[in-house]
């Protein structure tokens, strides 16, 4: 999902000397938010053909990390929605299941340093499409997925100060995912790596990211709650180039970060409302923020 969580007083080139090193090219956003698929069983796929719609809703609250760790500012608000609709078909590939997604994201961004607004702004993100996805049963109740996706620079790029709502550059994305639902267990592993193309305005190319969310949720009884602990680690493993001059040829640093939060699961027929809390426990070159999300997935057309 292209919801902003990293935006630094980078936004502002003029600052750029005095500004924290970050990782990404300063001011874009990142790949896929950490903890976008926590409470997701992301081996599985849906049970029905057809098509399925998820509305994710996140509030995020976050300070600049330095690269040893210390909150140094500026401060980082952001207020997105994003939708993301899937299709299956109920076709076979490769001996497991197809499915393939899209998400876009509505997000209002607000950067501060001391009080003192930096910069705001309301837009659309950058687009991702995932046209590959496949879904594996090893066994009963336990599950494999692969997928491939592509980030696709439709959101707006600014270069004088706005608050990007896109990265300005495509990306590749391969992840690999691992559930297991037996006796209402929910344990789920979702890896995911990012490669990033250049930035054709800046001539800057972010690193490579690789982004782990886990799930540990428990349902309660047969009442449809579901309960549990989740969380994300990631970490930047390869460097930023820079070939222009429009960051006065600098790169910034390697990224890393990891959370850990409480949710809630409630599922009402074929609706699946969920409700989590992330605490940011670590943050090198990076905004490191707690997050907020609501997330509701339902079926299209009244399947169940």
Same mark, same amino acid.
């Given at each position: 999902?292209?919801? +902003?969580?990293?935006? $630094?007083?980078?936004?502002?080139?003029?600052?750029?000397?005095?500004?924290?090193?970050?990782?990404?090219?300063?001011?874009?956003?990142?790949?896929?938010?950490?903890?976008?698929?926590?409470?997701?069983?992301?081996?599985?796929? #849906?049970?029905?053909?057809?098509?399925?719609?998820?509305?994710?809703?996140?509030?995020?609250?976050? $300070?600049?990390?330095?690269?040893?760790?210390?909150?140094?500012?500026?401060?980082?608000?952001?207020?997105?929605?994003?939708?993301?609709?899937?299709?299956?078909?109920?076709?076979?590939?490769?001996?497991?299941?197809?499915?393939?997604?899209?998400?876009?994201?509505?997000?209002?961004?607000?950067?501060?340093? %001391?009080?003192?607004?930096?910069?705001?702004?309301? /837009?659309?993100? @950058?687009?991702?499409?995932?046209?590959? %996805? +496949?879904? *594996?049963?090893?066994?009963?109740?336990?599950?494999?997925?692969?997928?491939?996706?592509?980030?696709?620079?439709?959101?707006?790029?600014?270069?004088?100060?706005?608050?990007?709502?896109? @990265?300005?550059?495509?990306?590749?994305?391969?992840?690999?995912?691992?559930?297991?639902?037996?006796?209402? *267990?929910?344990?789920?592993?979702? !890896?995911?790596?990012?490669?990033?193309?250049?930035?054709?305005?800046?001539?800057?190319?972010?690193?490579?990211?690789?982004?782990?969310?886990?799930?540990?949720?428990?349902?309660?009884?047969?009442?449809?709650?579901?309960?549990? &602990?989740?969380?994300? *680690?990631?970490?930047?493993?390869?460097?930023?180039?820079?070939?222009?001059? #429009?960051?006065?040829? &600098?790169?910034?640093?390697?990224?890393?970060? &990891?959370?850990?939060?409480?949710?809630?699961?409630?599922?009402?027929?074929?609706?699946?409302?969920?409700?989590?809390?992330?605490?940011?426990? /670590?943050?090198?070159?990076?905004?490191?923020?707690?997050?907020?999300?609501?997330?509701?997935?339902?079926?299209? !057309?009244?399947?169940?």
């Amino acid at each position: 999902m292209k919801q +902003i969580l990293k935006l $630094t007083a980078c936004l502002l080139s003029g600052l750029l000397a005095t500004a924290p090193a970050i990782a990404r090219e300063p001011g874009t956003p990142p790949d896929m938010p950490p903890g976008a698929t926590m409470g997701v069983p992301v081996g599985v796929n #849906f049970p029905v053909p057809g098509f399925y719609l998820s509305s994710r809703t996140a509030a995020v609250r976050g $300070t600049v990390h330095d690269a040893n760790g210390n909150a140094t500012g500026p401060d980082l608000n952001v207020n997105a929605t994003a939708l993301q609709l899937h299709w299956t078909p109920g076709m076979e590939l490769l001996g497991g299941t197809y499915r393939a997604m899209g998400i876009v994201a509505l997000q209002n961004l607000d950067l501060s340093l %001391n009080g003192i607004g930096l910069g705001a702004n309301t /837009s659309i993100s @950058d687009l991702s499409i995932s046209p590959l %996805n +496949i879904h *594996w049963m090893v066994e009963p109740g336990i599950f494999t997925s692969a997928g491939l996706s592509f980030g696709l620079p439709t959101g707006e790029f600014y270069t004088n100060g706005t608050p990007n709502g896109g @990265d300005g550059a495509a990306s590749v994305a391969l992840d690999a995912g691992f559930s297991y639902l037996r006796d209402g *267990w929910n344990l789920s592993l979702h !890896g995911n790596y990012f490669i990033n193309a250049e930035n054709s305005t800046t001539k800057y190319r972010s690193g490579d990211e690789l982004l782990l969310n886990w799930t540990g949720m428990k349902a309660v009884g047969a009442s449809g709650w579901s309960l549990g &602990t989740v969380g994300y *680690w990631r970490k930047q493993v390869t460097d930023d180039r820079n070939k222009g001059a #429009f960051y006065g040829g &600098t790169t910034a640093g390697r990224a890393r970060e &990891t959370g850990i939060g409480l949710a809630v699961a409630k599922r009402v027929g074929g609706t699946e409302i969920y409700v989590d809390y992330t605490w940011n426990t /670590s943050a090198k070159n990076i905004v490191g923020a707690d997050m907020l999300r609501f997330n509701v997935t339902f079926p299209l !057309g009244g399947k169940k």
